[in-house]
Structures are given as structure tokens and as C-alpha cells.
């Protein structure tokens, strides 16, 4: 059974200016202030961040296999060029 105990509570200090805005964004998203901080914190939470990395080792390897993938074309690209 789900309680209010399941959830941490934190305690946050805001500027004025910054809950002037989310509170516009939660107004706009029909959200309280409260759950429009939490979805903009999966949001910006679930991106892959170069100061964290990846959210796991797959994306890390789509990553390698998408830039060498753009240094293969890039080659090609470029040997196609000479050989008009």
C-alpha cells in the first residue's frame, strides 16, 4: 500500500525569479509547482550529460557506433570527392 512515507521530502530554497517561472510552467503544463519540478527533473535527468556519462553501457556503445559510423561516411564522402 502506497503512503506518503514512500516519498523523500526535500526542502528547496528558490531566487524569487526562479518560482515566478515554474510557477508560469506548472500554470501552463495544468501541473502543481511541486510535480512540474519533478517532471523537469526526469526530463533533464533521463538526457545523457557529458559531466555524468550514459545511463548505461548500451547507450555508450550507440555512441562509439554513431561516431565511427560519421567518420566512415565522412571518408567516403571524401574519397568520392577526389575521384570526380
Same mark, same amino acid.
Given at each position: 500500500m502506497y503512503s506518503k512515507y514512500d516519498? +523523500?521530502?526535500? #526542502?528547496l530554497r528558490?531566487? #524569487?525569479?526562479? #518560482?515566478a517561472k515554474i510557477k508560469q510552467r506548472a500554470k501552463m503544463n495544468n501541473r502543481s509547482i511541486n510535480s512540474e519540478?519533478? +517532471?523537469t527533473m526526469e526530463e533533464s535527468l533521463s538526457k545523457p550529460s557529458p559531466v555524468s556519462g550514459y $545511463?548505461?553501457?548500451e547507450e555508450r556503445l550507440a555512441s562509439l557506433i554513431s561516431? $565511427?559510423?560519421k567518420e566512415v561516411a565522412a571518408e567516403i564522402l $571524401?574519397?568520392?570527392k577526389t575521384r570526380d
Open positions: 516519498e +523523500a521530502q526535500f #526542502h528558490l531566487t #524569487h525569479e526562479l #518560482h519540478i519533478v +517532471a $545511463r548505461d553501457e561516431e $565511427r559510423v $571524401r574519397k568520392e
